[in-house]
């Protein structure tokens, strides 16, 4: 299994960015897949997961009603729609598929 995180980039406060982690080698519908993030001298913590049998969602608190994980199938591709970004969601982001694979993180970084 490979996966291909895309869309970090540096960003000012309350903007947005959607990033992208597309799989292969495996299809990712077995599997729940979820969004990790890892800042400096910081433990990585999950952000965002769904469920592949029925799309149920999980958020950690910081991000509620802000990201937004969604994932399409078809395309082997989930997402994660990032809106209101502050400059404590600056993080590597890493994408992680079943709790086994994961990618190789892209860098979000918010700043004026």
């Known amino acids: 299994v490979h996966l291909v995180e895309s869309g970090g980039d540096l960003v000012q406060p309350g903007g947005s960015l959607r990033l992208s982690c597309a799989s292969s080698?495996?299809?990712?519908?077995?599997?729940?897949i979820g969004w990790f993030r890892q800042a400096p001298g910081k433990e990585r913590e999950a952000v965002a997961c769904?469920?592949?049998?029925?799309?149920?969602?999980f958020y950690t608190n910081s991000v509620k009603g802000r990201f937004t994980i969604s994932r399409d199938d078809a395309k082997n591709t989930v997402y994660l729609q990032m809106n209101s970004l502050k400059p404590e969601d600056t993080a590597v982001y890493y994408c992680?598929?079943?709790?086994?694979?994961w990618g190789q993180g892209t860098q979000v970084t918010v700043s004026s």
């Open positions: 769904i469920s592949s049998a029925n799309g149920v969602t």
């Open positions: 080698g495996r299809t990712s519908d077995d599997y729940a």
């Open positions: 992680n598929l079943g709790n086994i694979w």
